[in-house]
Structures are given as structure tokens and as C-alpha cells.
T-cell receptor, first 114, second 115 residues
Framework: DAGVIQSPRHEVTEMGQEVTLRCKPI?????LFWYRQTMMRGLELLIY????????DSGMPEDRFSAKMPNASFSTLKIQPSEPRDSAVYFC????????????FGPGTRLTVT | AQKVTQAQTEISVVEKEDVTLDCVYE???????LFWYKQPPSGELVFLIR??????QNEISGRYSWNFQKSTSSFNFTITASQVVDSAVYFC????????????FGQGTELSVKP
């Protein structure tokens, strides 16, 4: 089975531009998570969905960030407008359940905002 | 509050040495789950193991072994006869049953295995 798929793998954009990151979870997984990884803050949970519904978005840094999951096989994380401090690796992960289940991570999207 | 501490920021060993990566956690939940992930230079996060708070049996998988001790709130990871391919950043993570599903990661230990 295919793992979690993310696109693009790398994104370089200028400050002020809109950025959209995409994720396809593992088929049959009911939970989808978005994380951000930086040297300073490590791995941070931004938001997660259960059956396409956002459950906890308390980790979303500010209103410039938004995430959607229109169906069970697709999610987007959008940053508008982007800022240099948004530069990070963004990971999508999915899991069968929440508490007792491991998460499987995608390869990540390395975002650079200049 | 939940917290995971990986006190070793970087470890360097020579191939075939054994190495232990330390993980200490804090939680008030009686039911919780511990995880280890590997992040090789290519960047992806690879799941290695999950352990629940009611199972203190040590686990061995090939050259990898895990020692879970509730008395010291530790979940240490040992690689026996390390290989260059083991070079990666290793993350310990915790999820408590009453924490809304959040997975709390430690800061990671960067392991460098030299030939």
C-alpha cells in the first residue's frame, strides 16, 4: 500500500504569496494530522482531522494558516500571505485511530519563504 | 502537562558499537502511549515502536531494543552493533489518553555512526 503522499516536496516562494500544501493519507485511516518542524521549535502539531472534520486546530499559528479536508483522501494546508518565518518542513501524517495508534508520516514539504 | 525530554542532543559512535538513546517523559495520565520515530537524512519520519503504559515488557526487534521503566518514567532505545545506516535523528514521543490526542515529541537525538 502507498504511504502518505505529500506535494510538493519543495516549495520556494516570496513573502506575501499564497502557498498550498497537499496531502493524501493512507487509505482507510480516519485521522489526518499536519505538523511543522523547525530547528527552534521541533515538531509541532498544527491541526488534526477525524473523518474529514477538524478536531483540534489550537496549534495553527495564526489566521494566515488554514486547513481543509474535503474528502477522506485529500487535505490541504494553506498559508496566505506567507512570511519568511513560515519557512519549515511541513509533515502530513495519518492513523487508524487516535490515542493508541501510531501515526504514519509523509515525506514532508520543505517550504522556503524569501 | 506532558513533556518528553531527550537529554542527548548528539551522539557519535563508531560502527559496531552499541548505543543507547535516552527518553524521559512526564504525564499525569495513567494510560498513555510512548513511541519512537527515526528521521534519516532523507527527512521522512519512520515509525519504529509503540508501547502502552500497562506493558513494561522490554521489546527486541533485530538490533533494536527498548527498555520501558515506569518507575523512572523512561523509555530508552538501544541499538546493538550500530551501522552507518542507523545515522539519523531519533524522536521519542508521548500521547496521554486525556490530552486530546496530541502527540508530544522530544527534541530528538542526532545519532552519527562513523565507519
Amino acid at each position: 500500500d502507498a504511504g502518505v503522499i505529500q506535494s510538493p516536496r519543495h516549495e520556494v516562494t516570496e513573502m506575501g504569496q499564497e502557498v498550498t500544501l497537499r496531502c493524501k493519507p493512507i487509505s482507510g485511516h480516519d485521522y489526518l494530522f499536519w505538523y511543522r518542524q523547525t530547528m527552534m521549535r521541533g515538531l509541532e502539531l498544527l491541526i488534526y482531522f477525524n473523518n474529514n472534520v477538524p478536531i483540534d486546530d489550537s496549534g495553527m499559528p495564526e489566521d494566515r494558516f488554514s486547513a481543509k479536508m474535503p474528502n477522506a483522501s485529500f487535505s490541504t494546508l494553506k498559508i496566505q500571505p506567507s512570511e519568511p518565518r513560515d519557512s519549515a518542513v511541513y509533515f502530513c501524517a495519518s492513523s487508524l485511530g487516535l490515542i493508541a495508534y501510531e501515526q504514519y508520516f509523509g515525506p514532508g514539504t520543505r517550504l522556503t519563504v524569501t | 502537562a506532558q513533556k518528553v525530554t531527550q537529554a542527548q542532543t548528539e551522539i557519535s559512535v563508531v560502527e559496531k558499537e552499541d548505543v543507547t538513546l535516552d527518553c524521559v517523559y512526564e504525564t499525569r495520565d495513567t494510560t498513555y502511549y510512548l513511541f519512537w520515530y527515526k528521521q534519516p537524512p532523507s527527512g521522512e519520519l519512520v515509525f519504529l515502536i509503540r508501547r502502552n503504559s500497562f506493558d513494561e515488557q522490554n521489546e527486541i526487534s533485530g538490533r533494536y531494543s527498548w527498555n520501558f521503566q515506569k518507575s523512572t518514567s523512561s523509555f530508552n532505545f538501544t541499538i546493538t552493533a550500530s551501522q552507518v545506516v542507523d545515522s539519523a535523528v531519533y524522536f521519542c514521543a508521548l500521547r496521554g489518553s486525556n490530552q486530546g490526542g496530541k502527540l508530544i515529541f522530544g527534541q530528538g537525538t542526532e545519532l552519527s555512526v562513523k565507519p
